[in-house]
């Protein structure tokens, strides 16, 4: 799925739509404002990985560490 571009004054006038594409299709939006990317709104899931960080990327580091 293409990552969609939406403008701050389309947003306002279809956040309801916007919200049920990002929670239940996974769509993810970039946020324009003045013609710059302003922001990016994702499905939660998403940023509940990079909240979290990458589990498996530290797993790897440790072991990369207990091997010395």
């Known amino acids: ?7 701050v ?5 279809k956040a309801s739509q916007v919200i ?4 239940e299709d996974g769509q993810i939006y970039e ?6 990317p302003a922001a990016v709104i ?3 899931k998403e940023y509940e990985k990079l909240r979290g960080g990458c589990h498996s990327c530290v797993e ?6 207990l091997r010395k």
């Open 1 to 7: 799925m293409k990552n969609k571009t939406i403008n």
């Open 9 to 13: 004054n389309q947003l306002q006038s």
């Open 20 to 23: 049920k594409e990002v929670s």
């Open 31 to 36: 946020v324009m404002r003045y013609s710059e």
């Open 42 to 44: 994702i499905p939660f």
């Open 60 to 65: 790897e580091i440790k072991q990369i560490i």
